[in-house]
């Protein structure tokens, strides 16, 4: 089945910084990588997604990435700010009827003020 | 807006218990999942429903039962609850074919 890789676990940037999350996956046929971002307390919610017709996606100060030969894509967070400190999630699913979706292992983001 | 409810948000069970969670949606969604979410190891597949009545196993089935009666409403039962299976439970909906997933806010569920 499908694995995904996410990297770091944790990251630490100073407000206003940049912020790159990492994913690797191991299925050729996957082909929709969406993001999610778990506040406290709360459920994941998607922030950003992209398909594998595409090699960049961006909305604000969120743009996503994608090298299907190498099987890798991140998420880049520009201008970091405080309220951006969650828990991050990559993902990927290779459609179909069922969608099921394989989620990374997550990466802890703090944005120091 | 999509709203997702699960039955409870803290849960404490003894081990040999038998614990029904239960979400409900509100958007006429077709798949419905049931995840776990553990430090360190993300978000696993426990099963998913693509309609009523049909489920679909997912990565970690085992020690697990789930239940889909009516559309908007997908049940995971425990049917004996074990301590390794203290953890967060999320649920979440979606239309098919890679679209968002809408996860309500979890369970915590602690098993003594």
């Known amino acids: 089945g499908e694995n995904v890789e996410q990297h770091p676990s944790t990251l630490s940037v100073q407000e206003g910084d940049s912020a790159v999350i990492k994913c690797t996956y191991s299925d050729s046929a996957s082909n929709y990588f969406p993001w ?3 506040e406290l307390g709360k459920g994941p919610q998607l922030i950003i997604d992209i398909r594998s017709n595409v090699g960049e996606k961006k909305d604000q100060r969120i743009a996503v990435t994608l090298n299907k030969t190498a099987k890798h894509f991140s998420l880049h967070i520009t201008e970091t700010q405080p309220e951006d400190s969650a828990v991050y999630f990559c993902a990927a699913s290779k459609g179909g009827g069922y969608q ?3 989620f990374g292992t997550g990466t802890k983001l703090q944005v120091i003020p | ?26 958007m006429d969604h077709e798949n419905m999942f049931w995840y776990r979410q553990d430090p360190g ?6 099963y998913f429903s693509y309609d009523v009545k049909m489920k679909e196993k997912g990565d970690i089935p085992e020690g697990y039962s789930v239940s889909r009666e009516k559309k908007e409403r997908f049940s995971l039962i425990l049917e004996s609850a074990s301590t390794n ?6 649920c979440a909906s979606s239309l098919p074919r890679n679209n968002e997933q809408f ?3 979890g369970t915590r569920l602690t098993v003594l």
């Open chain 1, 36 to 38: 999610y971002k778990q």
């Open chain 1, 100 to 102: 099921k979706v394989t």
């Open chain 2, 1 to 26: 807006d999509v709203k997702v409810t699960q039955s409870s948000r803290y849960l404490v069970k003894r081990t040999g218990e038998k614990v029904f969670l239960e979400c409900v949606q509100d």
């Open chain 2, 41 to 46: 190891l993300g978000l696993r597949l426990i």
């Open chain 2, 85 to 90: 299976q203290t953890s967060m439970y999320l």
């Open chain 2, 103 to 105: 996860f309500g806010p």
